[in-house]
């Protein structure tokens, strides 16, 4: 069983940076592509961010490019989402994903939540002046 923790979510001026991490422990998270997602209040989850399992395939949502960097670091079995020039509209409760893939996907991207089997418990990031 794999367990996920975020952390690093808080209380950030608009244009100010957050720096998230999603910690997996129980297992190697070294097979498991693992996604950002968020929902806001009254929202629909939204998918922000994946990364393959190699680290060499990324993907964002538009309304986060050029903003958001998702990064991982097996060794430490831990991925991070930078968050550079937040915004109000980023307000969130903030999730980690994981999902197992066989070696042959190393480079798959998970975009959709649905594919995911393992999901922590969230961390708030809210962008307020």
């Known amino acids: 069983q794999l367990q996920l923790v975020e952390s690093g979510g808080g209380l950030v001026q608009p244009g100010g940076s957050l720096r998230l991490s999603c910690s997996a422990s129980?297992?190697?998270?070294?097979?498991?592509?693992i996604g950002w997602f968020r929902q806001a209040p009254g929202k629909e989850r939204e998918g922000v961010s994946c990364?393959?399992?190699?680290?060499?395939?990324?993907h964002y949502a538009d309304s986060v490019k050029g903003r958001f960097t998702i990064s991982r670091d097996n060794a430490k079995n831990t991925v991070y989402l930078q968050m550079t020039n937040l915004k109000p509209e980023d307000t969130a409760v903030y999730y980690c994903?994981?999902?197992?893939?066989?070696?042959?996907?190393?480079?798959?991207?998970?975009?959709?939540?649905?594919?995911?089997?393992?999901w922590g418990q969230g961390t708030q990031v809210t962008v307020s002046s």
């Open positions: 994903a994981a999902d197992r893939l066989p070696p042959l996907l190393k480079a798959v991207c998970l975009v959709r939540g649905r594919d995911y089997t393992y």
């Open positions: 129980g297992l190697s998270s070294d097979y498991y592509a």
């Open positions: 990364i393959s399992s190699s680290g060499g395939n990324t």
